[in-house]
């Protein structure tokens, strides 16, 4: 069985590929990455809500699935859209890394509970919202770019510090850079945050699907990612919307979902937690997402739309 491995060119993406090869070949299977330039990737001047964050990184892979070009489509998982074509569809999810926003700077003594005015450089709006709303003492720059780009930016003095995930960070070996990992329970990451997922048409053969899966597929990952992508699916959610959500495993072996929506501005945050079997883990995230949407969420995502 010979798999052609669709993915996007940076460094970091080709290391998420390589790393889904990795797991493959344990597995007895043979494959060959095909590097496909998507419009995130090649559209740098202007901001995800501005060039259309749906499928942004993820619209050129799909296109091959669906000629046959290639037979999988690796992602970051966070880049996902909430909702896929009826042709498309996830088989896998590799286990989480941490799934921390982490700071990073040449600067050993920045931190964002110090009180000290920094400027950040982060393209992302839920990561602006939020550390308007924790740290409205930092001030934020647009910078965009893969890894490497944006620490190019940093060390050229165009920011003081990164915010980024601590995947990426780590998976570029870049942890010498890591000044601070933001807590949980506040800085709740992206959906999906920290996970590889692959995707393939409808059309690939069964057999091969399910032999990805059981190679590829970490199950208790899988079960809190349904549950997170089922709360921003209720929400209409895509990058350019400051939502959050972290779906975990309790002692109880049940899945504890947290998430919710914060105001562009970081004047408004609203946040809850439904828990539950991991079987219901798209029922869990259904039911947060209307809570959310209940308490001034609806509101909330008409203000966020009308300004994006």
Same mark, same amino acid.
């Given at each position: ?12 993406? *080709? ?12 597995? +007895? %299977? &043979? ?6 330039? &998507? ?23 799909e296109d091959q699935l669906r000629t046959g070009t290639i037979d ?32 990073v700077s040449r600067n050993k003594t920045l931190s964002l509970t ?18 308007? =709303?924790?740290?409205?003492?930092? &001030? ?6 893969? %890894? ?21 960070? =780590?998976?570029? +070996?870049?942890?010498? %850079? ?15 945050? +920290? ?11 069964? $057999? *091969? ?6 190679? *590829?597929? =970490? ?27 972290? /779906?975990?495993? &309790? ?16 004047? $408004? ?16 995230? =259904?039911?947060? /997402? $209307? ?18």
């Open positions: 069985m010979h798999i052609r491995i669709g993915t996007r060119s940076s460094r970091l993406a *080709v290391w998420q590929a390589e790393h889904i090869q990795s797991l493959l070949q344990a597995g +007895g %299977l &043979t494959s060959e990455l095909v590097l496909i330039e &998507t419009k995130g990737d090649l559209v740098l001047d202007r901001s995800l809500a501005k060039i259309g964050s749906k499928g942004v990184f993820t619209q050129e892979l999988i489509a690796v992602h970051s998982a966070k880049d996902l859209p909430s909702s896929l074509p009826s042709d498309l569809h996830i088989i896998a999810f590799t286990e989480r890394e941490p799934a921390n926003d982490v700071l110090g009180g000290e005015s920094f400027r950040i450089g982060t393209s992302s709006t839920r990561r602006v919202a939020m550390l308007k =709303h924790f740290c409205p003492h930092i &001030t934020t720059v647009d910078m965009r770019g893969n %890894l490497q780009t944006r620490i190019r930016k940093l060390d050229e003095g165009q920011c003081d510090a990164l915010l980024l995930a601590y995947a990426g960070v =780590h998976r570029m +070996g870049y942890d010498d %850079l890591i000044v601070e990992r933001l807590p949980l329970a506040e800085f709740t990451p992206a959906v999906a945050q +920290g996970s590889i997922a692959i995707e393939v048409a409808t059309s690939l053969s069964d $057999e *091969v699907s399910e032999t990805i899966t059981r190679l *590829v597929n =970490h199950d208790p990952t899988e079960a809190c990612l349904r549950a997170e992508r089922a709360f921003l699916a209720r929400l209409e959610g895509g990058c350019s919307i400051p939502s959050f959500a972290l /779906a975990q495993w &309790t002692e109880e072996k049940t899945i504890s979902l947290t998430g919710g929506l914060v105001s562009l501005d970081g004047s $408004e945050l609203i946040r809850d937690t439904f828990a539950g079997a991991p079987e219901e883990s798209p029922l869990i995230g =259904h039911s947060l /997402a $209307e809570a959310i949407l209940a308490r001034g969420g609806d509101l909330l995502l008409q203000a966020i739309r009308a300004q994006l």
